[in-house]
Nanobody
Framework: VQLQASGGGLVQAGDSLRLSCAAS????????MGWFRQAPGKEREFVAA???????YYADSVKGRFTISRDGGKNAVYLQMNSLKPEDTAVYYC????????????????WGQGTLVTVSS
C-alpha cells in the first residue's frame, strides 16, 4: 500500500484546511486509516482514525474541530480541520494498519510522506 498525503499549508488561527490521503496498491477496505502529526521537537501523536464500518476516533485535543472520513470507492481518507489553532502546527501523516487499536501508533505499517500544516496566530 502506498499513501500520498496532500492539502497542508499556511493558515491563520480560526481557519480551516482539508487534508487528503490517497491510497494505491492493495485496496484498504478492511484497514484502519489514521492521521498522526508531529510538531518540531515532539513525538508523533495520534489525531484521528476511521475503521472499516466508519467508526471514528479522535484525540481529545481535536474533538469537535476535526472530522475524519473515508471514501472506499476512491481509496481515500480525509481530515477536515476547522477552527485551527497555532498548536495544531505540525507535519501531518496518514497511515494504515490491518487491525488493533486505532489510536495506538504501533501496528501502523504504511505511512504517507507527510504534509505540513502551519497555523499562525
Amino acid at each position: 500500500v502506498q499513501l500520498q498525503a496532500s492539502g497542508g499549508g499556511l493558515v491563520q488561527a480560526g481557519d480551516s484546511l482539508r487534508l487528503s490521503c490517497a491510497a494505491s496498491g492493495r485496496t484498504f477496505g478492511t484497514r484502519i486509516m489514521g492521521w498522526f502529526r508531529q510538531a518540531p521537537g515532539k513525538e508523533r501523536e495520534f489525531v484521528a482514525a476511521v475503521r472499516f464500518g466508519d467508526n471514528t476516533y479522535y484525540a481529545d485535543s481535536v474533538k469537535g474541530r476535526f472530522t475524519i472520513s473515508r471514501d472506499g470507492g476512491k481509496n481515500a481518507v480525509y481530515l477536515q480541520m476547522n477552527s485551527l489553532k497555532p498548536e495544531d502546527t505540525a507535519v501531518y501523516y496518514c497511515a494504515a494498519k490491518d487491525g488493533g487499536s486505532s489510536q495506538v501508533i504501533t501496528g501502523y505499517n504504511y505511512w504517507g510522506q507527510g504534509t505540513l500544516v502551519t497555523v499562525s496566530s
